[in-house]
């Protein structure tokens, strides 16, 4: 169930020691667990009233928002009760390491994911930060004509080595085309969840 401020009624708080369900976040981008923490009704409805993750924090018997000490706040993708309405599912977008170690997570995991996201976020944020020593800022910043011509050419040199036998040519080239395609998505404004929510609806 997606919870919002209209059917936290419906949640097991009473179920739970002293009021409180465990809130198990997960990075909405990658999928990786970042941390577990405690939320009452209140820290809940805070939680989506402001759109900043925040918990029961047992330790300090309040409300605490992740991040309100190190800025490395959680923002509020969604929440999700379980079946039995008595543990929650966030997903969230991270400002930085997670965990108070100064790890990604708080079982020491790298927050990556997958690896084109990971390329992918990286990209939008030289799109969205401009570089002088990025390729990536100085490609975007010549403009969406060159940014697709270098698409072209990389797909025309992936064409050429795949005539050939020569593997380590051929995959470079393949990556060569990937990266820039990735670049031509960000620049148009899309991302490769668009393309793949397209190829899922042809094969429905």
């Known amino acids: 169930m997606t919870i919002s401020s209209d059917n936290i009624k419906e949640l097991n708080f009473e179920k739970a020691a002293n009021g409180l369900l465990p ?75 997670t965990c108070h170690t100064g790890d990604d997570t708080c ?21 969205d930060n401009p570089s002088e020593k990025s390729y990536t800022s100085q490609l975007l910043a010549r403009g969406i004509n060159k940014v697709a011509q270098k698409v072209g050419e ?5 064409v050429i080595e795949a005539k050939d036998d020569d593997r380590d040519l051929f995959l470079g080239e393949a990556a060569d ?13 899309y991302n490769l969840e668009d393309v793949r929510e397209v190829l899922r609806s042809r094969h429905k």
């Open 23 to 97: 809130a198990i976040v997960q990075d909405a981008d990658t999928r990786v667990v970042l941390m577990q923490g405690y939320m009452d009704r209140e820290a809940l409805e805070k939680t989506l009233s402001t759109n900043l993750v925040t918990f029961f924090s047992r330790s300090k018997q309040r409300l605490w928002t992740k991040g309100e000490s190190s800025e490395n706040f959680l923002h509020l993708v969604s929440a999700a009760a379980d079946c039995d309405r008595d543990s929650i599912l966030v997903q969230a977008r991270p400002d930085g390491p």
């Open 177 to 189: 085309l990937m990266y820039h395609y990735i670049v031509l998505l960000a620049a148009k404004g």
């Open 154 to 158: 990389e797909a025309v040199e992936l």
């Open 107 to 127: 079982w020491n995991d790298v927050n990556q994911g997958e690896f084109f996201d990971h390329l992918e976020r990286t990209i939008q944020h030289r799109r």
